[in-house]
């Protein structure tokens, strides 16, 4: 199969920093084939790619597909059901029981969504940190996108029963979904407060011998930190250091509240850094320092978290927020600029995952993931700055078509992997399930 988008606005990153060209672009199968730059084809370069599907891309903005990388898809369903409460209460006497009363079936259901969620909004790839085997890779599978699947894993020591079921449920899905391309797996050990030292040490050292990547919350919360200092004398990316989770390539989500051997750590030890800016401001977590991260070399990338927590899985929204801090707090206009942002969930989310040399980037042999936006919209208009628009003008309204793996997942704003229908049905009950749930268990306090 091959498509062409044919004289679209394109997102470049030259050498000399971001560009904007207008391109053909040719996909074929799942691969970008060929970037003919600066207008018409060369027909003696293009004379094979005879192209079965021709995007009309007048009026239309082709970038990489943006990369979540710190989520919880299944989470959909506890969107909006414990706001503007503390971030302990928030997650030990809200979330934490809620999912212990999640059924499987739900939380296929809850992935698909924030899947709809996502491609509607232009997000291609995202890291899913979820708790049902199976099913969270059955909803990655059906929707098309690209998904790294990491089951939170959650345990004492090497010998807890809990802890090995679950590690053993983070392999299964590696073998019976994984095709090490659209669908991938890395281990995940949930935080420092939720797997003790010993099952921590046993879980970096299976990840370096077993050649799987990390993905881990450190440094989230002053409740956290506290706690590991008082537990262990050190900070949680000591902790994690100590353990070995560095020794192989790790996403550590969060990393608020950072020491300076915290930074020199996290630099060392090329750590991916997922900052999820919302969701910290929201539990009153504080702030990631990107200025610092982004001055010292430190790889960043960028997350939603789940949506219980942000509560939108919309990268749009969370790309122009991390612009927009830093000057806030620094008193500084210049820090943390779009274009830093739009390559932290482009470039920084295809290292993280490993990738950079085949996603995060409109590149010839690249994969074919493309988020295609609609040019004829008040937030483009007029075209000064197309990356500034990206990031402080538009909202992921005008995400028009996506494209995963050479797969179109959505034309002309219809998602052509996901019944919508059948899938509000099913969340409408699922939703009014929690909600019951929810205020029983506040009823009965
Ligand atoms: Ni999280």
């Known amino acids: 199969m091959i498509i062409k988008l044919d004289s679209v606005k394109a997102l470049f990153f030259d050498e000399g920093g971001l560009t904007t060209d207008t391109a053909d672009i040719y996909i074929k199968d799942d691969r970008i084939a060929r970037i003919v730059r600066g207008g018409s084809a060369d027909a003696a370069k293009t004379g094979e790619l005879k192209p079965d599907k021709v995007i009309d891309g007048r009026n239309k903005f082709a970038i990489p597909g943006l990369i979540n990388a710190h989520t919880h898809a299944y989470m959909t369903m506890f969107r909006n059901i414990a706001d503007d409460v503390p971030f302990t209460e928030w997650l030990f006497e809200t979330i934490s029981p809620l999912e212990d009363a ?76 994984c095709d090490g391309d659209r669908l991938t797996t890395m281990l995940a050990p949930h935080a420092p407060y939720t797997c003790g030292k010993d099952y921590l040490e046993y879980i970096a050292a299976f990840a370096k011998e077993k050649g799987f990547g990390l993905h881990i919350h450190l440094s989230e919360s002053l409740n956290e930190i506290d706690g590991v200092r008082e537990k262990y004398g050190m900070t ?25 051997n915290d930074f020199e750590i996290l630099k060392a030890k090329n750590v991916n850094v997922a900052v999820n800016p919302i969701s910290n401001m929201k539990l009153a977590n504080g702030f990631s320092n990107v200025p610092r991260m982004l001055e010292k070399g430190i790889s960043v990338c960028i997350g939603t978290d789940g949506a219980a927590s942000n509560n939108s899985l919309n990268l749009f929204r969370e790309m122009s927020v991390e612009a927009l801090i830093h000057k806030g707090l620094n008193h500084d206009a210049v820090t943390v600029s779009a274009a830093d942002v739009i390559k932290m969930a482009t470039l920084g989310g295809a ?43 538009c909202n992921g309204n005008e995400v028009d078509t996506v494209i995963v793996n050479g797969k179109i997942l959505m034309e002309n704003k219809e998602v052509k992997t996901i019944d919508e229908e059948k899938l509000y049905y099913e969340m409408d009950r699922i939703g009014s399930r929690y909600k019951k749930l929810h205020q029983e268990r506040k009823g009965s306090e």
Request: charged fraction near 30%; proline fraction near 3%; charge should be negative.
């Open 351 to 393: 290292k993280a995952l490993g990738r950079e040399n085949e996603l995060g980037e409109l590149k010839e042999g690249y994969k074919a993931d493309i988020t295609i936006m609609d040019l004829r919209n008040p937030s483009f208009t007029p075209a000064n700055n197309l990356v500034s628009a990206l990031i402080y003008s």
């Open 102 to 177: 999640m059924t499987e079936k739900e939380s296929y259901y809850g992935a698909l969504l924030a899947d709809l969620e996502m491609i509607r909004t232009g997000t291609t790839t995202y890291v899913d940190m979820h708790m049902t085997p199976d099913e969270s890779a059955k909803a990655a599978f059906d929707s098309g996108m690209r998904v790294c699947l990491t089951r939170g894993l959650v345990g004492d020591t090497r010998d807890d029963e809990g802890g090995i079921r679950r590690l053993n449920e983070a392999l299964h899905d590696n073998e019976t979904w």
């Open 236 to 260: 949680p990316i000591e902790y994690a250091d100590k353990a070995g989770v560095f020794d192989v390539r790790t996403i550590a989500a969060h990393c608020v509240q950072l020491t300076d």
